[in-house]
């Protein structure tokens, strides 16, 4: 009898299969409600009618021809960001250095503009900062990815710590090239030259746009239809089972973590070199540490990834121009993204697992 | 030379929010969960005392008692929803612990950052900026006899309340985590759930205690940093990367608050470092490699620690883990 009375509630059950279709009509439905929660934040706290609201996030991401050009090229920003750390994680290695990887891509190529700039042409230059901020991006992965296979190291902390490194590498480079003195910032490298910067196609935003395709395609194929990506798999799967046939799990994981690196690294090459033709400690502006969510919530699917950063970045312009509109504090748009985070993240599980509630008759039987 | 009489209290007052910082998150890593959002935790315990504060002073009267409680209530309040929260999605939805984490940290740095700059605005009042001076100088009130020791009051009691607090709450920390039966069955839920779940401790409840706990005392950092270094001034952004660096600190300390206590004032000094290291005009760049340094030291721990992988000192083994009684 008194067992009887114990049994719980509430029963979780593992999902089998999920149709994708039901997974995103879960998200889906999870983001509206996220929406009105932030919406209701939003009156609560400037009393405004909440349909202005939703307005104001459209039209401030949205509204005009180059609000939306700089929102689509934020997007392919986080979304290269965002790929770059994918393959870390299918294999279960918690990648959040990406904000010191794109910094050290930012970096490197911010030295060639400077450094190189008088001496060699603009071509060369150009694919001497390709090169170097890959290599730099590169490197800035594999420093981890060394200690993990070498001694298992833990990543997560490891990456963190990296983070760091590159901020204050790239806080005494600002110091050292400051122009002009005194002035604690680099400002606009090459003005009057234009030396290393990256070509314009079209117009200004639509080389990253570009980039950001191309690199969302290569990156779906590389890991669904090429043996490294299977293997990327195999390890996240199971290490024991990578092993057993054959993988060699120390390469696997230096060689993703430098691709890892290496994407940060074209990332931070493009924020300087086509962007904002300079390099501050910001430039990565926390981007490293929301495409872990990104990448996450969309499943390490590069294709899903479209989506969710389109999300991330829309709510964030959004946000902004909430706050600028109603003279609040730019800060509002991290909390309303924290909100639509914590409900999307919370979601997961509804996709996961089942929630069975007690049959009503094994209640009147234990009565 | 550097003036030690001078440096050492500067170290202390920096090391201080990192203990906190590092305390709670050392509790809430021993129960298996990598919560990354206590730099977000830290922020909300901070501001949550500053609107409580700041609304106490608005109305008038300052009383000894209630200037100390309402802020200390008030930060504890504001982590403890950010620990429920982080622990509902993490313990009960099971989702993952980096991406919560980080999605804490991004709301806490905002919320904080938001309230810091709209609070005066939203209240209407009319202060030009949020200067809690009357209940901060009751946190920052030094013990007696500091002035009249010279280098030993200085050194050692020219500190606010908290600041012992946070050494006692370090000291009391350890000892539970290494001596007693709570502690013993935390340590058993950190290093593996499904063993702790077979011998009937309650893994749920277990993960709730331990980082709700954790990220309460952790928001004191926060509450410590502005109430008492910064004199009850808020401005945006100043607590800085502090909450990385306390989880850096776990690390270092190799998950032992009470080492922390003494590493958190060793990393408060390196934090400092770069004041007190004459560089000369034309080098102010070298300053910005000093500031480099705790990140480098925790970096060189990380991997010490790894490669000598002694059992005593490795992370707990489920860390980062959900857990999930039906999965194996």
């Known amino acids: 009898m008194n067992s009887k009375k114990k049994e719980p509630l509430l029963h979780i059950v593992k999902r089998g299969d999920v149709k994708w279709y039901v997974a995103w009509a879960i998200r889906l439905a999870a983001i509206v409600l996220a929406l009105i929660v932030s919406g209701i934040l939003t009156t609560a706290l400037t009393g405004l009618n909440p349909l202005d609201v939703y307005k104001t996030i459209v039209t401030g991401a949205f509204g005009t021809a180059r609000k939306s050009w700089i929102t689509v090229q934020d997007i392919s920003i986080l979304l290269i960001i965002s790929l ?26 911010a030295a060639c503009m400077i450094c190189l700039g008088e001496k060699l042409p603009n071509a060369a230059v150009i694919v001497c900062m390709v090169i170097s901020s890959i290599l730099a991006g590169g490197l800035w992965g594999f420093v981890p990815a060394f ?3 070498k ?27 400051e122009v002009p003195k005194g002035s604690g910032k680099i400002g606009i490298i090459n003005q009057n030259t234009n030396i290393g910067w990256l070509p314009e196609i079209g117009n ?43 993988i060699k799990v120390e390469k696997v994981i230096v060689r993703t973590m430098i ?9 931070g090459l493009l924020l300087v070199g086509s962007i904002n033709h300079t390099v501050t400690t910001t430039i990565a502006g926390g981007q490293g540490f929301t495409a872990v969510m990104v990448s996450w919530l969309a499943k390490f699917n590069p294709l899903g990834m479209i989506l969710t950063s389109l999300l991330i970045v829309f709510l ?42 007690r049959k009503k008759a094994t209640g009147k039987e234990a009565k | 030379m550097i003036d030690l009489v001078s440096f050492i209290p500067r170290a202390v007052v920096q090391g201080i929010p990192l203990l906190y910082g590092s305390t709670g998150e050392t509790l809430t890593e021993k129960a298996g969960n990598l919560n990354l959002g206590i730099p977000g935790v830290m922020y909300v315990g901070a501001i949550s005392g500053v609107i409580g504060s700041f609304f106490y002073e608005q109305s008038g009267e300052i009383n000894g008692f209630l200037a100390i409680a309402i ?48 609070l005066i605005k939203l209240a209407g009042s009319d202060v030009p900026s949020i200067a809690l001076s009357k209940t901060s100088a009751y946190f920052s009130h030094a013990l007696p006899f500091a002035d009249k020791l010279g280098w030993f009051g200085k050194i050692f009691l020219s500190y606010g309340f908290l600041a012992y607090a946070s050494i006692a709450i370090a000291l009391v920390t350890s000892r539970i985590i290494r001596h007693t039966r709570v502690g013993l069955h935390l340590r058993a839920v950190g290093e593996s759930p499904t063993t702790a779940d077979a011998a ?16 309460m005392i952790a928001g004191l950092g926060g509450l410590y940093y502005v109430m008492d270094y910064a004199c009850g001034v808020w401005s945006n952004d100043a607590f800085g990367d502090r909450g990385w660096l306390a989880i850096a600190l776990v690390i270092f300390t190799i998950w032992r608050p009470s080492i922390g206590i003494f590493a958190s004032i060793l990393f408060g000094g390196l934090y400092i470092l770069y004041l007190f290291i004459p560089t000369g005009m034309d080098h102010m760049e070298i300053k910005e490699l000093y500031k480099m340094i705790p990140y480098v030291v925790t970096l060189v721990v990380l991997v010490i620690t790894s490669i000598r992988s002694k059992r005593e000192n490795q992370p707990p083994a489920s860390l980062g883990l959900a857990y999930f009684r039906e999965e194996r």
């Open chain 1, 84 to 109: 770059a750390v994918t393959p870390a994680f299918r294999m279960r290695f918690w990648n959040v250095g990406g904000e010191g990887q794109v910094l050290a891509g930012a970096l490197a190529a």
């Open chain 1, 147 to 149: 200690f993990k296979a």
């Open chain 1, 151 to 177: 001694w298992n190291t833990n990543e997560t902390l490891c990456t963190l710590m990296m983070n760091y490194i590159a901020t204050q590498l790239v806080a005494y480079y600002t110091i050292l090239w």
């Open chain 1, 204 to 246: 200004k935003y639509l080389l990253c746009i570009i980039i950001a395709v191309v690199s969302t395609v290569l990156m779906y194929i590389y890991l669904n239809y090429s043996k490294h990506g299977y293997e990327i798999s195999v390890v996240g799967e199971s290490e024991h089972t990578a092993r057993y046939v054959g």
């Open chain 1, 259 to 267: 691709l890892s690196g290496a994407v940060c690294g074209l990332a």
């Open chain 1, 316 to 357: 964030g312009r959004g946000a902004g121009e909430i706050s600028t509109a109603f003279s609040l504090n730019h800060s509002f748009s991290d909390i309303l993204t924290g909100i639509i985070l914590f409900f999307v993240i919370g979601c997961e599980f509804f996709i996961t697992y089942k929630v069975n509630f």
């Open chain 2, 71 to 118: 802020p200390l209530l008030c930060s504890l309040a504001g982590s403890l929803i950010m620990g429920l929260i982080y622990c509902f999605l993490t313990v009960t939805l099971r989702a993952n612990q980096n991406v919560t984490g980080l999605a804490m940290t991004t709301f806490g740095i905002g919320f904080g950052n938001f309230f810091g700059g709209s």
């Open chain 2, 200 to 215: 009937g401790i309650n893994v749920t409840r277990y993960k709730y205690f331990a980082t709700c706990i954790g990220c």
